[in-house]
């Protein structure tokens, strides 16, 4: 059952930020389990992912970016501390 739910709110992470965020706000009473997600190499940009479950932050630092991200705080430190350059601006100019 649980590798089904996760499966379904998989299936709706990869819909699109825009979907994603929409549902996340019309079914605010269900938690996202993210167990098996498998961010190596996505743009995880404007995506809400604070609350999720089963989200760990070696599945986040996998991602190419982390940008504008919504994330759970203790995420947030823990890839401000470690790993920062996923949490800035990839269009940004140095």
Known sequence: MYQEISSQHLAKLTEGVKVWNNWR?????????LRDANLRGATVRW???RGAKNLTVQQLC?????????LDQDHQELILR???????????SI
């Open 25 to 33: 706000r019309e079914y605010q009473d269900i938690i996202p389990d």
């Open 47 to 49: 995506v809400t992912l």
């Open 62 to 70: 996998k991602a190419l970016t982390l940008y504008e991200a919504e």
């Open 82 to 92: 470690d790993h920062s350059h996923l949490l800035e601006d990839p269009d940004k």
